[in-house]
């Protein structure tokens, strides 16, 4: 179908006032608010104790959780994909359910089961203390974010099927020496995208960790917490605006690194 230069014309428009209105402007009024006062009033910002706690503490879960999602998403990936058993279009459904449910639910659901009165609550007389601390947020994390590797690898090993494995296999190599040598090196990619993912899924989370987290400055307060803090219960725009800033330079620093890796892909 043929269209019209003022047509194409006007639909680009369009798509990019859209974008523009929906982050551009939003980021660049974050931007300014938050250097209009100086670079040192910046950096003196995101340097109190509670800042750099937060930080590191983000840091943190994404540390645990991206190992974790590797391991159990590549698992995942290869069950859905090789396996054949009953129940598959479950596990299919559940690994999607992140996308479906609230974040909010999910810390709701946490409580019940790891509260002081649900399930598991239990584990607390025993010293080891979920809810209201790392332990909770990240598993809260790891619910957020289990769809990323799965559904990132999972095409891959479609797309490459089964036959250079099954040539590995009759010439004698083992199951992990098959999973080493030909099924981890053709689903890189895939793999590295999911990760990429993870990390920026992990980094933004509010709606489950808030639930979870007792909110405490330098005990279990992440970067998302900390402009939550500092905007409605400190009423300390600034600070909330130079923690957002902090948090938006990690982002970018991810969406660099997708961006890179996205090109020596091409260049392979």
Known sequence: MRTSTTTRIGL?????????????????????RTFGAGVGAFLESVRTPAAISALNLSLLIVAIVVPLNVVFGVGTALALVRGRFRGR?????????????????????????????????GVERLGFKVIFGLPGMVIATLFVTLPFVVREVEPVLHEIGTEQEQAASTLGASTWQTFWRITLPAIRWGLTYGVV???????????????VSSGFPGVSQTLTLLVHSRYIDDHNTYGA???????????????????????KRRNT
Do not use: K, N
């Open 12 to 32: 680009r428009t369009i798509a990019l006032s859209y974008v523009a209105l929906l982050l551009a402007v939003p980021i660049v009024l974050i931007l300014v």
């Open 197 to 211: 993912l993870t990390i920026a899924r992990a980094l933004g989370e509010f709606g489950a960790v808030i639930m």
């Open 89 to 121: 279009g479950l596990v299919q459904a559940v690994v999607d359910l992140p996308f479906a449910v609230s974040p909010i639910v999910v810390g709701v659901s946490l409580i019940l089961l790891w509260g002081a009165g649900g399930w598991f609550g």
């Open 241 to 263: 605006y130079a923690a957002a800033t902090l948090l938006m330079g990690l982002a970018v620093l991810t969406l660099l690194g997708m961006t890179a890796l996205d090109r």
